[in-house]
Every structure is written in structure tokens, then in C-alpha cells.
């Protein structure tokens, strides 16, 4: 964590990017083609008065910005499916064969919505994908909270506040590769008059078939997503093969 101050008082510029402040940054219309663009995305992160930093140094202030930049996501964060947050550990849904209608649909009508609409929710969309772990077996291997929405207000807030944006990116990113994929090999997707609505609603009738094996065996070792993704889909081709 960097500190700096601004007329004796300390400041600090934290080592990741919460989602409060990601919201904030994409937010502002048009802040990487402003040309006081570093002292207003330090503004934005640290809560510095952006005039006190517009009288600042010059270097200090290119030093801060270019700091920050750094710690932005990337395009396609990182899949992480547990971590640490105030000492209690949170982890992603493991078992889609026990998925909730509810579940899958919050978090699809979610991923999917405008990006502005998305900046706000996505701390919302993290308690949804990450919940308390109540059963660990191994490092990837565990149980989590069931899906309770009186839970979520709390935790959801919890997260926009300190919570690496990372995670919910990274989670939404292999949410959204794995419904395409899934709804290409249930073989909807080519069907133009039917809604998406309806495609889901056939995809959940077919749970029990589709991911019979899903997620029944423990992986060894960290996955990328694009490797845990073949693996379901793989997993997925040969139920439906089989049946």
C-alpha cells in the first residue's frame, strides 16, 4: 500500500482495485481521454480533493497514476474459485448438479445485462458467485453456503467495499464462457424463435441428464478456467452420449 500526503494529510492508494472504486473509475465518461485524467483516477481511488492534486508534483502524480493503471484487470482475469476475506473463507459453487434454478438465472440475468447496469451490480453478482465455505475436504474441494438471498445484502456490501475486483471478473468471464458453451452442446442455441427465457427453462429440465458427472470427481492441482470448462463440457458430451 502506497501512502502519500496533501497538506499533511495521509493519503493511501490500497494494492488492488475494490469494485466500489472499479464501478467508480468506468463510471466517469470519458476519464482515460481526459488530460487531467491521472489526478482524477487518484481522486477517484484515494478520495485526495482532485485540486489539491492538480497543484501537486508532477512526478509524484504520473508515479501514483501509473501505479494504479497497473493494478487494473486485465481483460480476462485470473479464474480463482476460493479466497480470504476478514478471516472468513469464501468459495464459488462447486456442484452444478445441485444448482438452483434461482442461482443459475441471477446470475445470468445479471453477467448479461448493459455494462453500465453491470458496473452496479457487480458486487451483488459476487455474492452470489462466491459464499462461505462451510465444508473443506481439500484446497479445491469444498462445500459452501446455500443460496439464501436475506444473506447476501450484507455480504454483497462487504465485498464492494474490500474485495478485489479480480474475482468477481474472473468468475463472471468463466460464468458466461460456460453458459454459451453449455447451451451450444444442448443444442438451443440454433433455434431463433425461441427465447432465451424458454432455452433455460428446457436446459433445466434436463439437469439431471446433462450434469450427471459433473463436478463428482475433485480436481488435482489449480485449473484455468478454459481447462475446468472442457472438462465440464467434456464431462457433459459424454452423459449425454451415454443416455
Not at 103 to 115: A, C, G, L, Q, R
Request: glycine fraction near 2%.
Amino acid at each position: 500500500m502506497i501512502k502519500f500526503k496533501i497538506e499533511e494529510k495521509t493519503y493511501e492508494v490500497p494494492n488492488f482495485i475494490s469494485i466500489e472504486n472499479y464501478s467508480k473509475i468506468y463510471k466517469v465518461k470519458d476519464l482515460f481521454s481526459d488530460e487531467y485524467f491521472a489526478a482524477r483516477l487518484i481522486s477517484i481511488v484515494t478520495g485526495a480533493p482532485i485540486e489539491d492534486l492538480l497543484e501537486g508534483d508532477y512526478t509524484e502524480v504520473s508515479y501514483l497514476s501509473a501505479y494504479i493503471l497497473s493494478i487494473l484487470p486485465q481483460e480476462k482475469p485470473k479464474f480463482v474459485d476460493s479466497f480470504e476475506l476478514d478471516g472468513v473463507k469464501y468459495g464459488f459453487f462447486q456442484n452444478w448438479r445441485d444448482l438452483t434454478f434461482a442461482e443459475f438465472v441471477d446470475m445470468d440475468t445479471i453477467s448479461t445485462k448493459k455494462p453500465e447496469e453491470l458496473l452496479e451490480m457487480l458486487h451483488i453478482l459476487a455474492a452470489v458467485f462466491y459464499r462461505p465455505i462451510v465444508e473443506q475436504k481439500s484446497e479445491h474441494e469444498f462445500k459452501i453456503e446455500k443460496y439464501d438471498v436475506s444473506t447476501m445484502k450484507e455480504r454483497s456490501e462487504l465485498f464492494k467495499k474490500k474485495l478485489d475486483v479480480k474475482y468477481v471478473l474472473g468468475a463472471q468471464f468463466f460464468f458466461i464462457k460456460f453458459a454459451n458453451r453449455f447451451l451450444n452442446y444442448s443444442h438451443l442455441s440454433s433455434i431463433p424463435k425461441m427465447s432465451m427465457w424458454t432455452k433455460m427453462k428446457i436446459m433445466w429440465n434436463m439437469r439431471k441428464i446433462i450434469w450427471k458427472i459433473v463436478f463428482r470427481k475433485s480436481t488435482d492441482g489449480i485449473l484455468s478456467s478454459t481447462e475446468l470448462l472442457e472438462t465440464i463440457l467434456r464431462n457433459t458430451n459424454i452423459s449425454i452420449t451415454k443416455k
